[in-house]
């Protein structure tokens, strides 16, 4: 290794192409790199949908979820099962294990699916699939005045075709519009009339309205096909056909029996924009797409279209590449503002030129990285960026080790080349140990479980792959440089403010550090009682709610998602004009709010309403100015605001402010049983118990009732006639809700022919009873006389987990300096055990952020120990001595204690996130620790007095050690100050990073030799005890550093 090092000093020519090479190949590989919200993992979510048309939550949770249910138990790579039942369909959702590859688990699931032969006849081929992680690029909204729907879905397909032309973007979803079909609406008194069943007549539409190819004539000349084309794809072309021929010759055709009509079929999915009817457009982008290149592309496609178009308008309503850039451009600045602080610190206390070098580590590391990041397909994300602001400070700080020790062995003689190799070479070693602990530290975050471990894998990669490459420029790019600077010339001066803060740094050391280090020294057992002490205080601070807690920080979002659930049964235009009424409560919380903005700025953008997925179900979604420009108004300042203008809706049975997080709700309780009466009951007990708590909003459950049911069973007429019930049951289900008699594509759609009573015929209870049933023999008779018809209330939708029943009961807190950890242990402690002792057939499982937080807490506990052992194994070998590294990392839970002040000056809760920070703290730590420790055994070898040595180790390593606190501390000062709403979430991680490396700073230079001294006198003790007939050796000749001087 040295000769290698000296080649290079040697011949600077090759230092410099391999950092040029970094720098344009890292240049590249930057230019390369896709830009995103957060990082992109692949999916491990598997969907099997399956559609049950006409069928209720019941049939097909009995029918379709719980066969498939019973069929993946025991699936391996399984860590869980959800499904949801509901009307006409059924969904089961499989979560895949991080460590199992979900392609094999696909197929898995999908053999067990196809072993299934026992699925009610009528439901469609089950579709098993695995969901793509799509990202919202773009939606806008197709509007004009007095313009039909139709007209709007006609543009909105033809913008959709123009867009899927462009390279780059391959997915986009249409809404706002139900489907097209035609109705062939069948009037009972005509079929009666003409004597024609309904059967027959859905029978002569599907056997008519076909194209048929009837083989070749091979003649000849040429080779002819014969062909009957006679399919009509619109209501009008189906009109003519014959349904019965009399037999006199007569015809009855289908106009005469039914009202024949194109439609959009009755299914409640619109939406309005302000206040008029619309067609979404969603423009998404895939793993492999660029977010940004797509909303580019596809504004200034929407730009030309608008100009184009007068009466029909294409409004953005939410672009996410804004907020987007808005993140990304915060963390550039905060990396950036972090980076010139680094250098101007550098310049005060070392040589402007080498701190240019040193400084010059950043760029060069961040080149690497980029290079082998882009090859991993990480991309530029708020985390990743985060970890580059992390690691800024981090990156110099071997370089002012190695910087100075070059500097200073030149200040003692040295020529400048032997200076630079002698300088790196004796700090190598210590440099080297400190950089793996800090990468063995990060490469935690890789085997953290969890949508956390998700998240921050990219993080420790960034800080991973730079301090690598840091490494690289320190051993061999810096002392290169060094080596031929003119730092190292003769006439080399520092300048004036340079002397004013050596001077500055003379002074803190001799006059400050140096007795507060003697006085530690001598009064190890005071020093090491009072951090005890202080380290306590800051554990009461936090077990005493004097320090907030939480388990996620909330990640503000730029709309309000208001959702509403009324009655079932409930019109959609009762449900509008609710959803309107919303609507005018924001408009007036705009007004009042806005007030506090400048002038011109208003704090809501727009407010987007939609009916659906049913008649008694809605959304408002409130559109809010971008984080950056709101100042100190937060999503949940509004979310209350409008919360209290639109006032108590009673008949709701649902109404929700806000949204949850990317991690779930704040507070979610999932409730599973068998015995559906106690399940029931335990979710009352269980929601009005946390409507009662003030820190919560929002209360609600997924357990709504659904529509009145009516429930057929046969009269003994019935079986006197020989009818069943799936008979009866089957012409009930053709005539009210539909049979299909045929599907045509009409262009990009697919077009379903029903058939089925008109409406007049089928409006009310009196119409089904009076319905006529027919009997094979060619008799009919009326319901009524056949069937008993009883009311009774459904559900909307049954939920399982694992196979059982479950009811969700979800909340949000009032505010945020609500504390979740203190709501969620008294649910979970107090209140949960008590409602449900009254239950003993119900059951808790963790769902949302709490489930998320044991997911990151259990690996975090499993992989944590095993970090820490390899770290020890490093620093011990380093040393070469097993209870110096014990001392070293005895001092890691003192860094709590800046954790605790830091959050608490800053007026954050601590989070899951902070303890993250914690984490990543560790290999900091280590790594200025390494340094002290290792200057004072290389004293020891030197024959210094055991105390002399520890005591000039600290005095030599203050300023560095300082310094790379400091460089720590300032590449995340702008972060920590930060004021943009949406990067809050990552301030409390920068909190404990900062502030727990300062009150390391403080424990590393007095605490670690306190300790050190006792250790000494230890050895020293241990050696008396042991040997009693020698003389007691001087302290120094006990460690293992003087002792290897001795062979």
């Not at 005045?145 to 006609?154: N, P, S």
């Not at 439609?263 to 939406?271: E, I, K, L």
């Amino acid at each position: 290794m040295k000769s290698f090092i000296s080649y290079f000093i040697k011949y600077p020519v090759a230092a410099n192409l391999l950092m040029a090479g970094l720098l344009l190949i890292g240049g590249f590989s930057l230019l390369q790199m896709k830009s995103t919200f957060f990082p992109e993992f692949p999916s491990r979510i598997i969907s099997i949908q399956v559609i049950y048309p006409g069928a209720s939550p019941e049939e097909v949770e009995e029918g379709i979820v719980n066969k498939i249910e019973e069929n993946l138990k025991g699936l391996t790579g399984v860590e869980r099962y959800t499904s949801i039942s509901r009307e006409n369909s059924g969904s089961v959702t499989v979560e895949v294990l991080k460590d199992y590859d979900a392609d094999l688990v696909l197929n898995d699931v999908k053999n067990a699916v196809d072993q299934i032969s026992s699925f009610p006849v009528g439901i469609e081929p089950p579709v098993v699939y695995k969901q793509e992680q799509l990202g919202r690029a773009l939606t806008f909204s197709l509007s004009g005045d007095g313009v039909d729907l139709l007209a709007l879905k006609t543009k909105a397909r033809q913008i959709e075709d123009e867009l899927m032309a462009i390279d780059g973007v391959s997915q986009i979803t249409l809404g706002g519009f139900p489907d097209e079909e035609i109705e062939i609406a069948f009037r009972e008194s005509d079929l009666q009339a003409y004597n024609i069943t309904f059967q027959e007549a859905a029978n002569a539409v599907s056997r008519t309205n076909v194209d048929v190819t009837g083989g070749t004539i091979k003649g000849q000349q040429e080779e002819l096909l014969l062909r009957a084309r006679n399919k009509n794809y619109y209501a009008e072309g189906l009109r003519d056909i014959v349904v019965k021929t009399t037999p006199g010759g007569g015809q009855v055709k289908l106009y005469q029996i039914a009202d024949i009509k194109d439609q959009f079929a009755d299914q409640p999915n619109s939406s309005f924009l302000d206040g008029q009817p619309a067609v979404s457009v969603q423009v998404q982008n895939t793993l492999e797409e660029d977010m940004l290149y797509i909303t580019d592309t596809v504004k200034a496609y929407l730009a030309d279209w608008n100009a184009a178009n007068e009466n029909i308008q294409a409004t953005i309503v939410n672009d996410a590449s804004i907020t987007l850039r808005q993140r990304i451009n915060t963390l550039q600045s905060n990396g950036i503002q972090g980076f010139i602080i680094v250098i101007l610190l550098l310049a005060m206390f070392l040589h402007w030129r080498l701190a240019w070098w040193v400084a010059l580590s950043i760029p060069i590391s961040f080149a690497g990285m980029f290079i082998l990041a882009n090859a991993l397909d990480v991309t530029l994300n708020v985390i990743s960026l985060f970890g580059m602001i992390i690691v800024i400070g981090i990156l110099v700080d071997d370089g002012i080790v190695i910087g100075e020790n070059i500097y200073s062995n030149h200040e003692k003689g040295e020529e400048r080349n032997k200076a630079a190799l002698n300088g790196t070479m004796q700090v190598l070693p210590a440099v080297f140990a400190a950089i793996i602990t800090t990468v063995i530290a990060f490469s935690s975050f890789l085997f953290i479980d969890g949508q956390l471990g998700d998240f921050f894998s990219e993080m420790a990669l960034v800080v991973i792959f730079s301090l690598v490459f840091s490494l690289v420029e320190g051993a061999v790019i810096l002392p290169t440089h060094v080596a031929h600077s003119k730092a190292l010339d003769p006439d080399a001066k520092p300048n004036f403010v340079q002397r004013k803060f050596e001077d500055l740094m003379a002074w803190l050391r001799d006059k400050l550090y140096s007795p507060a280090l003697r006085f530690a020294m001598r009064e190890k057992f005071i020093t090491f009682a009072a951090s005890i002490a202080v380290l306590m205080l800051s554990f009461g601070a936090v077990g005493g709610g004097f320090v907030k807690t939480t388990f996620f920080p909330v990640i503000e979002r730029d709309d309000i998602a208001v959702t509403l659930q009324l009655p079932a049964g409930t019109p959609e235009d009762v449900t509008l004009g609710i959803l309107k009424k919303i609507e005018v409560a924001a408009a007036e919380v705009n007004e009042e709010i806005s007030k506090r903005l400048p002038e011109g700025e208003e704090i809501i953008e727009r407010v987007e309403l939609s009916v659906g997925p049913t008649t008694y179900q809605g959304t408002a979604t409130v559109a809010l100015l971008p984080g950056e420009f709101r100042g100190d108004i937060g999503l949940r300042d509004v979310a209350n605001a409008l919360r209290e203008a639109t006032g108590p809706i009673d008949e709701a049975e649902v109404l929700s402010f806000g949204g949850s997080s990317v991690f779930g709700k704040p507070v979610s309780v999932s409730l599973v049983g068998s015995d559906i009466k106690q399940l029931e009951e335990a979710t009352q007990a269980v929601k009005a118990e946390l409507m009662k708590m003030a820190e919560l909003s929002d209360v609600v459950d997924n357990n709504q009732e659904g529509l009145r049911e009516i429930n057929i069973s046969l009269k003994e007429k019935a079986k006197y006639l020989g009818l069943d019930l799936q008979n009866i049951v089957g012409q009930v289900r053709a005539g009210f809700f539909g049979f299909e008699a045929q599907r045509l594509q009409r262009g990009e759609d697919e077009i379903r022919v029903w058939t089925r009573f008109a409406e007049s015929d089928r409006r009310s209870l009196t119409d089904l009873n009076r319905m006529r049933i027919r009997l094979p023999d060619g008799s009919n008779y009326p319901v009524s006389e056949l069937a008993e018809l009883e009311l009774q209330r459904g559900v909307i939708a049954i939920n399982h987990t694992d196979g059982r029943r479950e009811v969700k009961v979800e909340a949000d807190v009032a505010n945020n300096a609500v504390s979740v950890t203190d709501v969620t242990t008294q649910i979970q402690g107090e209140i949960l055990p008590r409602v449900l002792a009254e239950y003993p057939g119900v059951a808790t499982v963790p769902d949302g952020q709490v489930r998320q937080q044991q997911k990151s807490i259990t690996s975090v506990q499993r992989v944590i120990p095993v970090v820490l052992l390899l770290m020890f194994f490093v620093v011990a070998i380093t040393f070469r001595s097993i209870m110096q590294a014990a001392s070293l990392f005895a001092l890691l839970p003192f860094g709590f204690i800046g954790v605790v002040f830091g959050h608490w000056l800053m007026g954050a809760p601590i989070s899951l996130f902070s303890f993250l920070g914690i984490i990543a703290l560790i290999g900091i730590i280590v790594n200025d620790g390494l340094v002290l420790v290792a200057t004072y055994n290389d004293n020891l070898r030197e024959g210094m007095p055991m105390m002399d040595a520890l005591y000039e180790a600290g005095r030599s390593r203050f300023r560095p050690i300082v310094l790379t606190s400091l460089t720590t501390f300032a590449g995340l000062t702008p972060l920590l100050f930060e004021k943009s709403l949406q990067a809050q979430f990552l301030i409390p991680m920068a909190i404990s990073v900062a502030f727990g490396l300062l009150a390391a700073t403080v424990v590393l230079l007095l605490l670690l030799p306190a300790l050190l001294v006792l250790v000494n006198r230890g050895r020293r003790n241990w050696f008396r005890m042991t040997n009693l007939k020698e003389k007691a050796p001087e302290y120094h000749e006990v460690e293992p550093a003087y002792k290897e001087t001795l062979h």
